[in-house]
């Protein structure tokens, strides 16, 4: 027997795989973290790419909106923030001109102990801090994409600001692609009509992860980021660990495809053939915090299982399923044609999650190793479910078969299977 550990929540599980069928796990080609992370970030914003220095660009008289991400996202703000401020600081911008906005997105806004995990208690106390809110009623209109046509609606804060820094973390995206970049302001702090716009082109074949060139969905965000005039950015590639591995910092474009390579090295995985069972961690909090969130593990780990296989998925789901929208429409709609008709007829917010379910559950069985009550689990997400991940490998065997071949993704969030043309 092999004892694979795998995250969940915070802590780990234990899933023990005959010799005979293992694989082995598919991970992240990881880099280790940079030993001193803040004097990382310190290097980056002293070596911009495709922009002069942050300290060049401002004036002291501006007002600065500072993008960060929420309580979902494991970007290192509370490293990435502190270098940013220290700069301004050097060019007599004070504090009372600067505002950071927790770009939420759809999400909720982040809670007061959340926000105090995120960037720090003494930065809580010294800066004007706000969450944005995608149906406030006075966001800024700042015209149309020109490929998309995509109304742009954004934070009032953000727009009414002299001059913006974005800050987020790059890692791959199920359907944008990648995350950062662009993506601090579409979604983050984007308008409701606006998000729904962009994220209504998930149907199209190269909205998928790890694909830029022709992606629709990322040409409209990096669009959205130009018209609101995204100034400067300040991303971070880190490890499975969290550990921040490079920090890059500059031009909207040229910053963040800097980023994407090393991602590129470190997530797409080369595997040589697909297996019968594939035992998926979300990859622990906060990528578990709900079903929401988790599901990218899942929409991963389809790359690496065979159609008719199995997929046990790991995620504790603390919140539960994270969304309205994605309850409603497993509820509602029972097949992912039907789900697609209504993306293009009126695409909602949260939609996009059920479709690609249901899409994944077409393909194969799903057995949910969660808190997630079963009324929710089985009832209205259709998924199988066990207690532990043992009893999970138990079903899994008697459904595809004694002889099956099991691969293990401890990272589902973070990791894409790459099969080799030759299989």
């Not at 074949?205 to 959205?224: R, S």
């Not at 474009?253 to 040589?272: N, T």
């Not at 999650?353 to 009324?375: C, E, G, H, M, N």
Request: hydrophobic residues 40%; glycine residues 8%.
């Amino acid at each position: 027997m092999v004892d694979v550990w795998v995250p969940y929540g915070k802590t780990e599980i234990c899933a023990r795989i005959p010799t005979r069928n293992y694989l082995g796990n598919i991970e992240p080609k990881e880099k280790q973290g940079v030993k001193d992370p803040k004097a990382e970030v310190a290097r980056a914003l002293a070596e911009p790419i495709g922009a002069k220095r942050l300290g060049e660009l401002v004036k002291p008289s501006n007002k600065i909106a500072m993008v960060v991400n929420d309580h979902t996202r494991s970007t290192p703000s509370h490293l990435i923030v502190p270098s940013i401020l220290e700069e301004l600081s050097k060019v007599g911008i004070p504090d009372s001109n600067i505002t950071i906005i927790f770009g939420t997105g759809t999400h909720r806004p982040p809670k007061p102990e959340e926000q105090k995990a995120i960037l720090g208690e003494g930065l809580l106390q010294r800066i004007r801090i706000v969450s944005h809110d995608y149906k406030a009623k006075d966001l800024a209109y700042l015209g149309r994409t020109k490929s998309h046509l995509n109304k742009v609606y954004v934070d009032k804060v953000f727009a009414e600001a002299d001059f913006r820094v974005l800050t987020n973390s790059i890692e791959l995206h199920y359907f944008a692609g990648y995350g950062g970049g662009r993506k601090s302001v579409l979604p983050a702090v984007a308008g409701e009509e606006t998000i729904q716009h962009n994220h209504a082109m998930i149907l199209h074949p190269k909205a998928k992860t790890g694909v830029l060139e022709g992606n629709p969905v990322h040409e409209d965000m990096v669009e959205a980021a130009k018209l609101a005039k995204a100034d400067f950015i300040v991303n971070a590639v880190t490890n499975s660990k969290n550990d921040v591995v490079k920090a890059v910092a500059g031009d909207l474009d040229q910053a963040f495809y800097e980023g994407v390579k090393l991602v590129d090295e470190m997530y797409k995985v080369p595997i040589e053939r697909r297996a019968d069972i594939v035992v998926v961690s979300s990859g622990g909090h906060p990528h578990d915090i709900d079903l929401y969130q988790a599901e990218k593990g899942v929409e991963n780990a389809l790359d690496a299982v065979k159609r008719g296989g199995v997929i046990i998925w790991a995620a504790e789901c603390p919140d539960g399923h994270g969304n309205e929208i994605f309850y409603e429409w497993m509820t509602k709609f029972k097949d992912p044609k039907e789900m697609e008709a209504e993306i293009k007829r009126r695409f909602r917010l949260g939609a996009h999650k059920a479709y690609y379910l249901a899409r994944a559950l077409q393909r194969v069985q799903i057995i949910l190793v969660s808190t997630l009550p079963d009324y929710y689990a089985v009832g209205t997400f259709r998924l199988r479910t066990a207690r532990a991940l043992n009893d999970a490998l138990r079903d899994a065997f008697d459904i595809v078969g004694r002889d099956a071949r099991v691969w293990v993704m401890p990272h589902g969030n973070i990791t894409l299977p790459v099969v080799q043309a030759s299989e």
